[in-house]
């Protein structure tokens, strides 16, 4: 079992940032991908930012250019970097980890962008 958390959403204006934290714990080893999603409402979950387990790093193509993610292994905890931000970035962004053939998700922050 892998349990996550997110923190670090909330209420900001457009062209503003936000730093998201995921502390992950539990079953820490042959973790392949961990990184974040989300989900606006009526829409599909999408990808925002993810690390594969073959070191690549891959971005949606909305988030490419402002969003930066990155880790502390030491401390078991991912970071998304959300820059220039815009009202289409509104919706609950979701911590994701992939263990062997498990799928593990947080219980999501709202990050809510205004005009």
């Known amino acids: 079992q892998v349990q996550l958390v997110e923190s670090g959403g909330g209420l900001v204006q457009a062209g503003g940032s936000l730093r998201l934290s995921c502390v992950a714990s539990?079953?820490?080893?042959?973790?392949?991908?961990m990184g974040w999603f989300r989900q606006a409402p009526g829409k599909q979950r999408e990808l925002v930012a993810l690390?594969?387990?073959?070191?690549?790093?891959n971005y949606g193509d909305s988030v490419k250019g402002r969003f930066t993610i990155s880790r502390d292994n030491a401390k078991n905890t991912v970071f998304l970097q959300m820059n220039s931000l815009e009202p289409e970035d509104t919706a609950v962004y979701y911590c994701?980890?992939?263990?062997?053939?498990?799928?593990?998700w947080g219980q999501g922050t709202q990050v809510t962008v205004s005009s």
């Open positions: 994701y980890a992939r263990r062997r053939t498990y799928d593990y």
């Open positions: 539990g079953s820490m080893f042959s973790i392949n991908n």
């Open positions: 690390f594969s387990s073959g070191g690549t790093t």
